[in-house]
């Protein structure tokens, strides 16, 4: 009992440290542009004539390159992920599934999409008052959802995916790779689906990703954890094929999503053995608990980083190139977690606040009893 328990547990750190790592890209992925244009709104920045040379430097020039990189799988990533961490547990009822990911899902798309995505992109000039109200009722539809398509598009893919899963269990069908070529095939057609609700096709558009992540963890159930050296020898060697594949350009979109993912799944594996002592200390759990608003708040805070380096002439010293390229990276991230952090609070005020007139009553109906 003790022995499952432990594994148990090094499964789910293996995860946090992806789910960790795959944040990170998202924040790295969006660190870098400069021109994005949307139904109602959009940015149009370029470098001011007075920018530092510095900012072509190696150094902030990898970065730019990074968030190229991860760009080309960090969503389908999400998606496995997602698919994994599903697979850790029987799949419950379907009622179940719809209620939990409507909140888990659909409540924070509409919740932290209103009241913070759309002002603060507001604030960071990237719609104008009248654009603003347009966006804000299009965002009921998915149109203009910036960042946060991920949430209904994964709460769709989520509930198609356990449909087809119900579906293959009432025939007694319990290969999960039926699923995979079921959900690859849907994939491939769902262009030709002639209507869409709130993303649902954004959703089918990265169900095969979400099906091959769930294969993934129901091969890690039947076998054996690679040791160390292992998964250290294989980690060097994608490193080096992504290495060479930096200069010559030698594999397609889909072997560099399966290249880059699995890459992040054994560095993700290497730091859970190495880093044991780390993960008890007070700031993982901060920031494990926190990574879901860094989701939600990192995109946003971009547009007001532009807007201040932009038009303030802070680009023309290599200290202000070096702080710009920190603040859309390092500079938001910890931002949305001490955001996220004040958000918890607030939510355990609200809880006790709501709770404690239930517990006068409980008191005072045990008094006249």
Known sequence: ?????KVDTERDLTYDWLRLFATIFVVIGHSAYLIIKTNFGGVNYSLPKYTN????????????????????????????????????????????????????????????GWLF?????????????????LAMKGFLSGIDSGH?????????????????????????????????IITGTLQYLYVYIPFDILLMKKGISYIFWFALGYCFEYERKRNAKWNFRKTLL??????????????????????????????TYLLSDICNRIFKNFTRTKCWKILISNLFFVYLFHDPLEYIVLRIF????????????????????????????????????????????????????????????
């Open 234 to 263: 294989a980690f060097i060697s994608l490193f080096i094929i992504e290495t060479i594949n930096k200069k010559y350009n030698l594999l397609n979109s889909f072997f560099l999503i399966i290249c880059g993912s699995f890459m």
């Open 310 to 369: 932009m038009t303030n002439g802070y680009m023309s010293s290599a200290i202000g190139c070096i702080l710009y390229t920190v603040s859309r990276t390092i500079g938001v991230f910890i931002i949305s977690i001490v955001l996220g952090q004040l958000v918890s609070i607030i939510k355990d005020l609200l809880i006790k606040i709501i709770e404690l007139p239930d517990k006068r009553i409980n008191i005072n109906k045990k008094q006249i009893v």
């Open 1 to 5: 009992m003790n022995r499952k328990k």
């Open 148 to 180: 946060l398509w991920f949430l209904p598009a994964l709460f769709w893919t989520i509930i198609i995916f356990t449909i087809l899963y119900k579906i293959t269990k009432r025939f007694r069908i319990n290969n999960p790779y039926i699923l995979l």
């Open 117 to 133: 995505m759309l002002p603060v992109k507001l604030l960071g000039n990237f719609y104008t008052k009248g654009k603003f109200l």
């Open 53 to 112: 040379p510095f900012y072509s430097s190696s150094i902030l020039s990898f970065v730019r390159w990074l968030s190229t990189w991860v760009y080309g799988f960090h969503m389908p990533l999400f998606f496995m992920l997602s698919g994994a961490v599903m697979a850790l547990k029987p799949i419950g009822t379907f009622e179940k599934v719809i209620k939990s990911k409507i909140k888990r899902l659909i409540f924070p798309y509409f919740i932290y």
